[in-house]
């Protein structure tokens, strides 16, 4: 079965990197997601990237994917006040996505002034 | 841009009321769904949609329904409402187009049962 992991807590000073790292379990992944839930409210997607992929970039945020150790991270360059959020990361199966994403319970960013 | 609305964000409700938490999108997805959101445990899948007046379950069923009488709209009943179904839910939708699986979310409807 499939099983995402993540840890619940990060904590990094304002201005650093943040790397918020996540596991699967299941070879087969198509897409893997990062979502950004801010308090109170319901999840933004950040960024996916392709299972053929190893790397992505967008602005402040890098994906790197590893297949050969099921190991997905998303890097936040130069973290601001604003990053503070939890960060969930989800993977979808062959098949199409219409039986849903396997969430991770999610990490929660705290930023240090 | 994709929007996702829920019907309220705050709902307090007794035990044993029947509960409906309505859904709306309007990008004309195919697919929508139903999670609850508990501290500590993620999101969990409630039901899903794949079309009008087809439903799923997902990993947590017991104690809710779901009807989807057109595209845009899901609802998520809650029979008879007990306290531990005090959670936020969250709505989302996605498309059935080739090229990603990426689901939108609403901003959430937080319930509590008392």
């Known amino acids: 079965g499939e099983d995402v992991e993540q840890s619940l807590f990060l904590s990094v000073r304002e201005g650093d990197s943040s790397v918020i790292n996540c596991t699967y379990t299941?070879?087969?992944?198509?897409?893997l997601y990062w979502y950004k839930q801010e308090p109170g409210a319901g999840l933004q997607l950040l960024t996916y990237?392709?299972?053929?992929?190893d790397m992505k970039q967008d602005q402040r945020l890098t994906v790197l994917l590893n297949k050969k150790d099921k190991h997905l991270s998303l890097r936040i360059a130069d973290t601001q006040t604003g990053d503070s959020a939890i960060y969930f990361c989800?993977?979808?199966?062959?098949?199409?996505?219409?039986?849903?994403?396997?969430f991770g319970k999610g990490t929660h960013l705290i930023i240090q002034p | 841009d994709v929007k996702v609305t829920q019907s309220s964000r705050y709902l307090v409700k007794r035990t044993g009321e029947k509960v409906f938490l309505e859904c709306v999108q309007d990008?004309?997805?195919?697919?929508m769904f139903w999670y609850r959101q508990d501290p500590g445990l993620g999101l969990r899948l409630i039901y899903f949609?794949?079309?009008?007046?087809?439903?799923e379950k997902g990993d947590i069923p017991e104690g809710y329904s779901v009807s989807r009488e057109k595209k845009e709209r899901f609802s998520l009943i809650l029979e008879s409402a007990s306290t531990n179904q005090t959670s936020m839910y969250l709505c989302?939708?996605?498309?059935?187009?080739?090229?990603?699986?990426?689901?939108?979310f609403g901003p959430g409807t937080r319930l509590t049962v008392t």
């Open positions: 949609s794949y079309d009008v007046k087809m439903k």
């Open positions: 990008m004309d997805h195919e697919n």
């Open positions: 989800a993977e979808s199966l062959p098949g199409g996505g219409a039986d849903g994403l396997t």
């Open positions: 990237i392709f299972s053929n992929m």
């Open positions: 299941d070879s087969s992944s198509t897409y």
């Open positions: 989302a939708s996605s498309s059935q187009e080739a090229g990603g699986d990426e689901q939108y």
